[in-house]
C-alpha cells in the first residue's frame, strides 16, 4: 500500500490506471492516454487534477487539463500543431503571447514550465531559438543525464524495468524528454556475458536500422556483435563507458546507458519492442532456456529456485561464448 501511494504521489492527483493486456484496449469514460515518467498511462483527473508532465500549453493556461504524450517533441505533436494552426486562424492565442502577458518575474522558462528544471525565468521574450540554454539543454544536458527506471521487477535474479522497452537480443531502449531514445542492454546479457573489458561503441552521427548490430562488446579474446532495439541517428555515446565499461553491470538501466539515438517514428519504433507484462513472461521465458542450457553442461540446479551467478560465463566457459551469443544475443 505504501509502494502504491508514493506512486500515486509521483504521478499527481487522479485515478491512473497502467496501459498493459486487455485494458489498453478498453474505452474508458473521462480517460486521458499520456505518458508519465516514460511509461503509457490512463489518466482520469479529478477536482485537484495535477500531471507529472504537464503540456506547456496547459502551463501556459490554455487548456485545462492536458498532459504531454509525445515526450515534449513540440516539433512532432498533433496537438501543438492543431493549437498552432488555430493561433494562425485567430481562435486562439499562443503560449508564447500567454506567458508574455505575465509579470517579469513570472515568466519561466519553458524546460521549468514542463517541470524538466528548476524554476528559472526566461531571458529571451519566449524566443526560444535564440536562447543558449535551450541549445544546451535539448543538445548536451539533458541526453547525457542518465535515466533511472520507475518500477523494476526481479524475474529469477534478473532486473526488468516497467517504463523500458525490450529488444529480443537482450537490449533496452526508453524513450526520454525531447524524443531521443536512450539505448542500452539488459541486466540479463551483462550478467550472462560478465564484465566488460570494452563496449565498441559507435560514433556519434552514424545511422543504421532496426535490428542491426549496433555496438560489440569485449571480454578477454570474445567479441559480442549486439543488436539494436531501434535505429536512428547516434545524437550522444557514453563516453564514461570507454573507461568505465564496468559500469553497465552495475547500473545497466541508469549510469550504464550506451547511447542514445534520434529517429523520425519515434512511436512506430517502439511499437515493435516489448514492454510491461510481454517483457517479463519473455524474460521468464529466457531465464528457463538458460538453466536448461547449464544443466545440459553442469547436472540438475538447486531444487529450491536458487538464482544464478552474476557471471554465468565466467562461471561456466564450456556453455561456449559463441553458443551463448547465438542464443540469446541472436547474433
Not at 89 to 117: E, N, V, Y
Request: include cysteine.
Amino acid at each position: 500500500m505504501t509502494a502504491k501511494e508514493n506512486q500515486r504521489s509521483r504521478l499527481g492527483f487522479g485515478s491512473s490506471y497502467r496501459k498493459g493486456g486487455d485494458y489498453e484496449k478498453r474505452e474508458t469514460q473521462g480517460a486521458i492516454r499520456t505518458v508519465l515518467g516514460g511509461q503509457v498511462w490512463l489518466v482520469k483527473p479529478d477536482h485537484y487534477a495535477k500531471t507529472a508532465n504537464p503540456c506547456i500549453w496547459m502551463q501556459a493556461g490554455l487548456a485545462a487539463f492536458k498532459p504531454c504524450n509525445n515526450f515534449y517533441d513540440c516539433g512532432g505533436c498533433k496537438y501543438d500543431q492543431a493549437m498552432d494552426q488555430k493561433v494562425k486562424d485567430g481562435k486562439q492565442i499562443g503560449w508564447r503571447d500567454a506567458m508574455r502577458k505575465r509579470p517579469a518575474m513570472a515568466r519561466f522558462c519553458r524546460h521549468s514550465l514542463t517541470k524538466r528544471i528548476g524554476m528559472r525565468v526566461c531571458a529571451y521574450d519566449y524566443e526560444c531559438s535564440h536562447c543558449d540554454f535551450d541549445q544546451y539543454f535539448e543538445d548536451v544536458l539533458s541526453p547525457r543525464t542518465k535515466s533511472e527506471p520507475f518500477e523494476v521487477h526481479a524475474v529469477k535474479g534478473f532486473d526488468v524495468p516497467m517504463d523500458y522497452h525490450f529488444h529480443n537480443g537482450h537490449t533496452w531502449a526508453r524513450v526520454e524528454s525531447g524524443g531521443f531514445i536512450r539505448i542500452g542492454m539488459d541486466d540479463f546479457a551483462l550478467k550472462l556475458l560478465g564484465e566488460a573489458d570494452a563496449f565498441d561503441l559507435p560514433l556519434m552521427g552514424k545511422e543504421f536500422d532496426q535490428g542491426t548490430v549496433g555496438w560489440g562488446l569485449k571480454r578477454r579474446d570474445n567479441l559480442a556483435d549486439v543488436l539494436s532495439p531501434v535505429g536512428g541517428v547516434i545524437t550522444e555515446v557514453n563516453s564514461e563507458l570507454r573507461e568505465n565499461p564496468g559500469k553497465a553491470n552495475r547500473e545497466p538501466y541508469g549510469g550504464g546507458w550506451l547511447f542514445t539515438v534520434k529517429t523520425n517514428d519515434v512511436k512506430g519504433s517502439m511499437k515493435k519492442l516489448m514492454a510491461e507484462q510481454s517483457s517479463l513472461s519473455w524474460m521468464d521465458q529466457e531465464v528457463s532456456r538458460l538453466e536448461g542450457m547449464i544443466e545440459e553442461v553442469a547436472g540438475p540446479l538447486a531444487a529450491d529456485g536458487g538464482l544464478l551467478a552474476s557471471d554465468v560465463y565466467g562461471n561456466l566457459p564450456d556453455l561456449g561464448w559463441k553458443n551463448l551469443t547465438r542464443n540469446f544475443l541472436h547474433t
